[in-house]
């Protein structure tokens, strides 16, 4: 089992930027890909990004060059780091662990969540 921990959402002005955290406990967080995943109001959950376990990275095209993924394996902990963020930014974040080398673009090939952060932007 790995449970994770989002933080760091918040209210930021469109233009700015957040960052938000996913921290890991129970297995080694090393052998997991991570991906983020969003929500907003009345849509579906989306992709945004992922890392591998190497840390290869891809991201949605609605966030590139925009967002970066990172990983501390020393500290069980991924971020997201959010530059010139848009209204259309504003959702839940969740960030999501699956035991593979590899993240996928596909909510089903995570096997465990974390309970979200709410990022709004204000315009």
């Known amino acids: 089992q790995v449970q994770l921990v989002e933080s760091g959402g918040g209210l930021v002005q469109a233009g700015g930027s957040l960052r938000v955290s996913c921290l890991a406990s129970?297995?080694?967080?090393?052998?997991?890909?991570v991906g983020w995943f969003r929500q907003a109001p009345g849509k579906e959950r989306e992709f945004v990004t992922t890392?591998?376990?190497?840390?290869?990275?891809v991201y949605a095209d609605s966030v590139k060059g925009r967002f970066t993924i990172s990983r501390d394996n020393a500290k069980n902990t991924v971020y997201l780091q959010m530059n010139s963020l848009k209204s259309e930014d504003a959702a839940v974040y969740y960030c999501?662990?699956?035991?593979?080398?590899?993240?996928?673009?596909?909510?089903?090939?995570?096997?465990?969540w974390g309970q979200g952060t709410q990022v709004t932007v204000s315009s």
């Open positions: 999501a662990a699956a035991p593979r080398d590899w993240g996928t673009r596909a909510a089903r090939d995570y096997n465990y």
């Open positions: 129970g297995r080694t967080f090393s052998n997991y890909a």
């Open positions: 890392i591998s376990r190497s840390g290869y990275t």
